[in-house]
């Protein structure tokens, strides 16, 4: 199938298959210990253990100036690092401020959701538990016979979702610059994954905040290895730490 025709899913099945209890832990669910096949480096510098669908997600550019970086497959074992982050909150994991969040904007300015009627059923077809037929009967009272033909534009990054919504026919298409897309028109939706509240501002400033739909959300948790202590936090959710004096 074209990669750019999307399976019909729903944003449910992906909750559960990325699942928040500890998907990324070296404690197992019966309480075992993993090891390691690779453990971490030995070095002076601040060893960072990243779940890999995070890779892209959070701005490395300045801490690769300063800590070794490894990305580790979901499930692997963190033990060794000074640092371990990952789409996760369970037993032994603390939680940072933010929350990878997946939103859509729409883009009232290109038909059919220019019509404020138009609009308002697509805003409603991704609420939870949308009720389909209530959505037919409300394109019917409109005059319409079809569902509207809609284009979105998603980040090409693995964590992006398959959606689909009642009476609404989606053609996706992935993309590597979502701003250049909408400055362009080539869209009515837009799929965005962001943890810095100011993407989500961004949007919101483009399109306007009513147009902005936040349909799921995971937390961002986080585990210190022995002789480090948080500082703070990036506006995007990444601990920032430093060692204790021996």
């Known amino acids: 199938m074209d990669r750019s025709i999307l399976t ?7 909750v559960a298959c990325s699942s928040a209890s500890a998907p990324f832990a070296d404690v197992l669910p019966d309480g075992t210990t993993s090891v390691s096949d690779t453990p971490a480096p030995a070095t002076d510098e601040l060893r960072y253990g990243l779940d890999e669908r995070l890779n892209g997600l959070i701005d490395l ?10 990305w580790l497959p979901t499930g692997a074992s963190v033990i060794g690092y000074d640092v371990a982050l990952a789409l996760a909150d369970g037993t032994g994991w603390a939680v940072a401020p933010q929350r990878l969040t ?3 904007a729409l883009d009232s300015r290109l038909a059919p959701l220019d019509q404020p009627e138009v609009l308002d059923i697509v805003r409603r077809a991704w609420q939870p538990n949308a009720d389909a037929l209530a959505l037919r ?3 019917a009272n409109l ?3 079809d569902s509207p033909y809609l284009v979105m534009r998603y980040a090409d990054h693995p964590f992006i979702p398959k959606l689909s919504a009642p009476t609404l026919a989606l053609l ?6 979502l701003l250049g897309d909408w400055q362009a028109r080539r869209a009515h939706l837009y799929l965005l994954l962001w943890s810095d509240p100011a993407m989500r501002s961004a949007w919101e400033a483009r399109v306007g905040a009513e147009h902005m739909i936040d349909l799921a959300s995971w937390p961002i948790g986080y585990r210190l290895g022995e002789g480090v202590q948080l500082t703070g936090f990036r506006p995007d959710g990444l601990p920032l730490v430093q060692r204790t004096a021996p």
Not at 8 to 14: A, E, F, H
């Open 8 to 14: 019909v899913l729903c944003v449910l099945v992906l």
């Open 61 to 70: 550019s300045l801490l690769e100036k300063r800590a070794l970086i490894t």
């Open 102 to 104: 997946l939103s859509i």
């Open 137 to 139: 009967m409300a394109w």
């Open 143 to 145: 005059g319409r016979l």
């Open 172 to 177: 996706s298409y992935p993309s590597a610059n």
